[in-house]
Structure formats: C-alpha cells, structure tokens
C-alpha cells in the first residue's frame, strides 16, 4: 500500500530545508520583514537585541508594543502561506511568507510570544530540526503562558516578541559587525517611519533615519538640493484590483548632491557617506524602501559623475504587478509597460544631471589650485624680479606675457596639480605663459603621508597650516625658475631630487 502522503505537493522535510536558502539576501532584510509586522500591527516602538551565549551562540529578539495577535492568528502567521491579509494592498506585506520565511533562513528555531492584554500571553514556535524529523507536522497549537522576566516578556499593554535561537546562517560571526550593518540599512529602509515618530532599537541604541538623497537630516551629510519640481504620473492600477478605472500616482524626483562643497573629502569618506557607489534610485513602496539600483534609466549608462546626484521614486501597493516587486519587498522587476511610461523622461533628466556634474566638476577642478596660498602669491609675485630667462628686449616674457604695464611689473599667475610620477622629486616647477604650475608627485611619501590627509580639512588651524606649506612649495618653484644657466639649472634640479629624497628616507 502507497504511502499517503506519497503525492502530497510538499515533502515537509525537503521542503523546510529548501526554504531556508531562498528569498532573504540578508540577516538586515530577514529583520526587515519582522519590522514589517510590527508596523502593520501598529507599533510605534520596536526593540531589537542581539545576546551572545558564553559558547558564542547568537540569539537575537525582536519585541514591539503592536496590538498582538490571538492565539488563532499566532498560529496561521507561523505557516507558510498563513495570512490575514493575503495579497492585501493596504499594507506591505501580501503572502503571509514573512515570519516563518525570514526568521528560519537565520536561525533553525523561531519562537513567538505575543499578547493583547498585559497579563494573557500565547506562544508558540517552529523549529527546523523538529519540522525535518517528522516531530512535529503541524504548527504547535499556541499555549498560554505566564509573564516574566527570563523569557523577556517586559509589561506591555499589547505587543509581539519574536525570539530567533539556533541562529546558524547569520551574516557575520561578530555582533558588533552585525548591529553596524543593520543600523544602517533599517535607518535607510524604515527613515519615513522614523521620520513620522516611530522608534527602532538596537541593543538600547536608537537607530538614526538615513537618506539616500541627502535632503533631509538623520544619519547622513545633509546638503543636496533637489532638482525641479517632483514629476508625478497617474498609472490605472490593473484591473483584478480596482475597478478598472482607479488611477495610482507615482511620484519621482531627484537631487543634485554639493560638489562644491564635498568634493575634498576623502576617498574613504566619500565611501562611508554614501557619495560613491551610491549612484541609482531609491525605490519606495507605500512609505518603505523595497529597492535601490540604475532603474528606469534607458540607454543612459552609470558613470563616476552620477555618484553626484540623486532618483527616489515613491508609489503604493496597489502597483505591485507593475514594478514587479518581490514577495520578500527585496527587489523589483518592471514591466515593459511601466518602463515605456517612466524611462523617457527620467533617462532625459538623467542625462541633464549628468550634463550639469561635468560642467560643475571641471568648474571646481580649475578653481581647486586657487588655495588662499595662490591668491597671496600671485598679490605679492609682482614684488619680485620676474624670471631673467623670460626677459626679451621687447619688453616682454616668454609666450606672450606681458612684464610690464603702465610702468607696473606684472606677477606670475600660480596652480598647484596634482599627478603619480615615476621620479624622486616631491615637486616640479612648470614654467608656461606667464604661469608657473607647481606639479606635486603624489607617489612621494611625504604626499601621501602629509599633504594629502590634509588638502581636505575642515579645521581651521590645519586649513591655515596648509597654506604656509603651500607658500613654502610655490617659493621653493618660484625660487628654481629664476635660475638661468644651464649649469645652475642642473645644479637646482639635483638639488630639489637630493632633497626628496632624503625627505622620503627620514620618512619611509
């Protein structure tokens, strides 16, 4: 006689394997989905705690002040597929997968507490190892338990803990790490919860909004100005959700990051704040961010410039089927349709954009030599003798520049570049058209190790010390271009390299 549950659409103990290797990219996005139901059950609180074991083993608690569940409801969230609101487009989430899925793709036991009254708390549980032995076939009916202290069970009027044990497929073996990386990404995913009021702790701490458009103030740089007015289109919502004439807005808009004033930042902070690597939209569903990428984009490839400015595209459930989002709100797959109605006109403003970062980087690039040092240099340049080599009968310089004017003598205009040489020299002098360009050597030592850590300082006393090494270089070049005979020209230029290369010995 066949087995009976021979032809049953799941083999329960493959199938509970297999799960836990789809859907969630992350540890951050698995919490993500428990932060989720915490606010469609209406918390305004959520406390999130990573505890670690004398034997290193992680446990990780999610606890929220929501409306709770009843022990039926408790029950149907612990299954696959169990929902009170499936595919509902009032909320975020639609196919009831979250709980078990999330929270068994991290750890091989998942226990829920939960209470809609101070004193009345049911619990229940799913655990892999169970589940794959064939202990347990169904979802534990939920028991009632007391409150108290060692099961973290803190008074509450109503509210949902979910304990995560067993935690095996984490993304990183230390906590620290782990807490530094979930910050960020819920501060960035959940900053519009955060922004109306609502609170998520991590081990105490607060976590701060993030704004990829650097528009609005958390924990981010704050400076970007947006761009034109937001563009908004009225989409019809497909017909098995509305009445086939309900219309949904999608709303985007973008923002121009300052150039101006955070081009001197560091490569590495340029990094940690999101500058590089950060070009894309966000994508926002129904107030949370589902996705960030190069959407909608057309033709129009990512380039280094498009780290400067900023796409958030913001619409509601009910278009799900037209962005194509994923069931775990990880990601989004547009459709044809929605492309031809979105792509035009953002690909257009994003080759503006473009356009407009080009202009204003070469912009700050031909400004970035005029330091305080320059502008001193070239006011008091004309106080000395102007370079003898450059001197003709006619009254000028060398390549057109005019050495006297009006019976005043003209300075020399100054700019100070920056370039990898292959020689030992920290600087060369570059006589040209009335300009000396100072080029610095940044394989030098003491480029990297002095000069460079500080080209973007913000302190006042080290901006101010940056100028009096400035001088220090233009008078050293302005120095070696009076020279005129060759024999002195060769004795200057080893000069300069014997020195370089004792400053790089005392320095290596």
Not at 36 to 45: I, Q, R, Y
Not at 331 to 343: C, F, Q
Not at 454 to 472: K, M, P
Request: hydrophobic share 35%; with cysteine.
């Amino acid at each position: 006689m066949r087995n009976s549950n021979e032809h049953d659409i799941i083999k329960l103990e493959q199938f509970i394997e297999a799960t836990r290797d789809s859907g969630y990219k992350s540890t951050a996005s698995s919490i993500a989905e428990l932060v989720d139901n915490s606010f469609e059950a209406g918390a305004t609180d959520i406390e999130i705690d990573f505890t670690e074991s004398s034997t290193s083993q992680v446990q990780v608690s999610v606890r929220d002040n929501g409306c709770g569940m009843r022990p039926s409801v408790l029950r149907l969230a612990l299954r696959f597929g169990g929902s009170t609101r499936f595919n509902s487009r009032k909320g975020t989430g639609r196919y009831g997968m979250g709980l078990p899925n999330s929270s068994l793709s991290r750890a091989s036991r998942v226990d829920v507490y939960t209470w809609r009254k101070p004193n009345v708390v049911w619990w229940s549980y799913l655990d892999v190892e169970e589940i794959a032995s064939g202990k347990i076939k169904t979802v534990p009916k939920p028991k009632r338990l007391r409150r108290n202290s060692r099961n973290g069970l803190k008074p509450s009027k109503s509210g949902t803990l979910v304990v995560w044990s067993k935690c095996d497929r984490l993304d990183y073996k230390i906590v620290k790490r782990l807490i530094s990386k979930l910050s960020k990404f819920l501060g960035q995913t959940f900053r519009r919860e955060i922004w109306e009021g609502r609170c998520i702790r991590i081990n105490g701490e607060y976590v701060r909004p993030v704004d990829p458009m650097f528009l609005r103030e958390g924990n981010n740089l704050l400076g970007a100005v947006p761009y034109g007015a937001p563009m908004s289109y009225e989409i019809r919502i497909p017909q098995m959700f509305g009445d086939g004439s309900s219309l949904s807005t999608v709303l985007v808009t973008f923002a121009e990051l300052p150039i101006e004033s955070w081009h001197r930042l560091s490569n590495d902070d340029k990094r940690v704040f999101g500058i590089t690597k950060g070009a894309g939209a966000s994508i926002v569903r129904s107030g949370r961010e589902v996705d960030y990428g190069w959407f909608f984009m057309g033709s129009k490839r990512k380039e280094n410039y498009d780290d400067w400015w900023r796409c958030e595209i913001q619409f509601d459930a009910t278009l799900d089927e037209l962005f194509g989002v994923t069931h775990t709100k990880q990601g989004i797959h547009p459709t044809g349709i929605l492309k031809n109605i979105l792509t035009p006109d953002i690909e257009r403003v994003a080759h503006i954009l473009n356009r407009r970062v080009r202009e204003r980087y070469l912009k700050v690039r031909s400004e970035a030599g005029r330091s305080t040092a320059i502008s001193r240099a070239e006011s008091r340049d004309h106080l000395l003798e102007p370079p003898a080599e450059r001197r003709q009968s006619n009254g000028k310089l060398k390549n057109g520049t005019q050495a006297i004017t009006n019976g005043v003598v003209s300075g020399l205009a100054y700019r100070i570049e920056h370039k990898a040489l292959n020689e030992p020299s920290f600087f060369i002098p570059l006589p040209s058209s009335g300009e000396l360009t100072v080029l610095l050597n940044e394989e030098h030592p003491f480029y990297e190790r002095v000069y460079h850590p500080i080209i973007g300082a913000r302190d006042i006393e080290v901006r101010t010390l940056l100028g009096y090494l400035e001088l220090l270089l233009l008078a050293a070049a302005r120095a070696e271009c009076s020279v005129t005979s060759p024999q002195k020209i060769k004795w200057a230029r080893s000069m300069r390299e014997s020195w370089s290369k004792a400053l790089a010995t005392f320095l290596d």
